[in-house]
């Protein structure tokens, strides 16, 4: 069961609905400690006073800020008496289409369960409305000594909470793109081409098709180093299309697209067995492949693959 992160209540018009907050999603990235190179001793890191150098007690430390010629120091009991609504509620101020809120804008995701049984009802009857009515509620609420902005929206069989991004924490896009040369719009031919190719390449969303691979890999490679075995570097990314290339690349990318295959540099021959390289070795006609080493195996596969392409 999930721990309940945050307790309060969603309020739209005059209804209150007590309800308990909870984290929507899960980090699996593999922690590591750190150690001194060469020895099993940890390194940990410790709380000092810059003047005496001395380790100050988790409960000696206020939060403060530099201010004229001094500093100002803050109690979190402070900060919470000054909290919107004392850190305890979500007041919905606004509906809107769910659909106007630019992606750019969304944060992070959370459930919203009701605290008791017979808080169901109020629960149930403002999921229900908002699905039909394709709307979100947009509210503000603290968490953590923090405010945010929110969208509350149906979810299945839940409600979830998005925290939002403020207009003025979003960056302008124009900043990093500027002006642009006249000769950086892609040609008629070029669009034609690149829409054929996301065309052949469109499917469903399916999220449960897509797995961490890194995080298998890193497992797999702890696992290597703890039986001594020797780690393999991954396949290299591909360079970058050149410009005065890229018609021949679209037009190959079609080609590819066509025959009902997806571009080449999509496969990765790292994710192939050691058997299952030699098993493509051999299809290929690769000599010698009895006595490669697996990288120069599967460079050997990909050059070939490559020939064999650039041949049909």
């Not at 149930?124 to 929206?153: D, H, P, S």
Request: no cysteine; glycine share 8%; charged share 30%.
């Amino acid at each position: 069961m999930p721990r309940k992160i945050w307790t309060g209540s969603i309020n739209f018009g005059l209804v209150t609905i007590p309800v308990g907050l909870y984290a929507a999603t899960e980090d699996h990235t593999i922690q590591f400690h750190q150690y001194q190179r060469g020895t099993a001793d940890r390194i940990r890191y410790k709380r000092v006073n810059e003047t005496t150098g001395d380790e100050v007690g988790y409960n000696d430390i206020v939060k403060g800020r530099e201010h004229g010629d001094g500093i100002i120091t803050v109690e979190q009991s402070e900060l919470d008496e000054i909290a919107p609504g004392r850190s305890r509620t979500i007041d919905i101020s606004t509906f809107v289409d769910l659909g106007e809120i630019d992606p750019v804008h969304f944060q992070k995701t959370y459930w919203l369960a009701p605290n008791s049984k017979e808080h169901y009802r109020p629960y149930n009857l403002l999921r229900r409305a908002m699905e039909q009515t394709g709307q979100a509620g947009i509210a503000t609420f603290v968490l953590r000594g923090k405010q945010y902005l929110t969208a509350v929206r149906a979810d299945s069989d839940v409600l979830a909470l998005n925290t939002l991004y403020f207009a003025d924490e979003i960056r302008d896009p124009a900043d990093l793109v500027g002006d642009q040369p006249e000769q950086s719009k892609p040609t008629d031919k070029e669009l034609q081409m690149a829409t054929t190719i996301i065309e052949s390449m469109s499917g469903e969303w399916q999220p449960e098709a897509y797995s961490d691979t890194y995080t298998e890999r890193v497992e797999a490679l702890l696992a290597e180093k703890a039986r001594g075995g020797e780690v393999q570097a991954a396949e290299a990314p591909p360079q970058p299309t050149d410009v005065i290339d890229l018609t021949e690349a679209l037009r190959r990318s079609v080609d590819e697209a066509r025959k009902g295959r997806k571009p080449a540099p999509s496969e990765d021959l790292s994710e192939l067995t050691k058997a299952e390289l030699d098993d493509r070795a051999k299809q290929l006609g690769i000599k010698g492949r009895s006595k490669m080493k697996r990288a120069e195996l599967e460079q050997a596969v990909a050059e070939a693959e490559q020939g064999s392409r650039r041949a049909s």
